[in-house]
């Protein structure tokens, strides 16, 4: 239990230093991916609500401390996302990429909704459609893309660390 929850910080420290510095040479149409959200949707999705709670609420923290205008927007949003993905858990499959990739996607277009509220509606700048094909559609479709590949990584890292129970 202890060594699941050492690995799950390891993880989001190092999709952190990720996102903050590999990724930000390898930007596509001026976007990252958003790794922390990655991994906040599969955590949610492999492990339940609690679990997408308390990785989204750490996620997010850890984000508005690198990038937060408004203290305590992208806790709250990771929290959000990993909270109602944690509902998905029941139909768990780790042979299928589908709702993984699904709620991969959904996940940062709500993130991206959310973050335009906040930091532009709220701030007179009404250009949705802008914003939108700018900036929240290249990043759904680049985060999309990396979060199928960390998904099966973090699979086959949660069938690793979970014991196998022996049946007599």
């Not at 390891?10 to 999709?15: E, P, R």
């Not at 709670?53 to 992208?74: A, Q, W």
């Amino acid at each position: 239990m202890i060594k699941r929850k050492a690995v799950t910080v390891l993880i989001i420290l190092i999709m952190l230093v990720l996102q903050t510095t590999v990724f930000q040479a390898l930007a596509l149409a001026d976007v990252v991916p958003n790794l922390l959200l990655v991994v906040t949707v599969c955590y949610a999705y492999l492990r339940g609500r609690t679990s997408g709670l308390i990785t989204g609420f750490f996620c997010g923290l850890l984000m508005d401390m690198l990038y937060g205008s408004v203290v305590g927007l992208y806790a709250f949003i990771f929290m959000s996302i990993g909270f109602a993905v944690g509902f998905c858990q029941k139909i768990y499959f780790t042979d299928s990429l589908i709702l993984p990739a699904l709620l991969i996607t959904g996940s940062d277009l709500v993130y991206g909704i959310y973050y335009y509220v906040v930091e532009f509606l709220m701030r007179g700048r009404i250009n949705f459609g802008f914003c939108f094909l700018r900036v929240i559609l290249p990043e759904m479709i680049y985060t999309a893309l990396a979060g199928i590949l960390l998904y099966r990584l973090l699979v086959a890292l949660e069938q690793f660390l979970t014991p196998q129970r022996k049946e007599a």
